[in-house]
């Protein structure tokens, strides 16, 4: 059974940085794709991230050159560092794990970007 440990959220002040963390167990580290997504009041969730066991990243526009994703594969655990926030950013961050196309979710940590 997998099971995603989120961690790292808070509050920031608009341009700040925040890095999130996501300890995943039961996975099949070699296939899977880890990824993170975010849902902010009254939108759908969307996605932030991925990244492949080989290192492949995939990003949404809108965080493109401010969020890095990261993954150790030594510890099952893929990261995103998140920099120059905007309050747009504001929502519940996802962690995510694909293996054939069956997800995985943890269970969200909130980021709020707010002066």
């Known amino acids: 059974q997998v099971q995603l440990v989120e961690s790292g959220g808070g509050l920031v002040q608009p341009g700040g940085s925040l890095r999130l963390s996501c300890a995943a167990s039961g996975i099949i580290s070699s296939v899977v794709v880890l990824g993170w997504y975010r849902q902010a009041p009254g939108k759908q969730r969307e996605l932030v991230a991925t990244?492949?066991?080989?290192?492949?990243?995939n990003y949404a526009v809108s965080v493109k050159g401010r969020f890095t994703i990261s993954r150790d594969n030594a510890k099952d655990t893929v990261y995103l560092q998140m920099n120059s926030l905007k309050s747009e950013d504001t929502a519940v961050y996802y962690c995510?794990?694909?293996?054939?196309?069956?997800?995985?979710w943890g269970q969200g940590t909130q980021v709020t970007v707010s002066s």
């Open positions: 995510n794990a694909r293996h054939f196309g069956f997800d995985s």
């Open positions: 990244i492949t066991h080989g290192g492949r990243t």
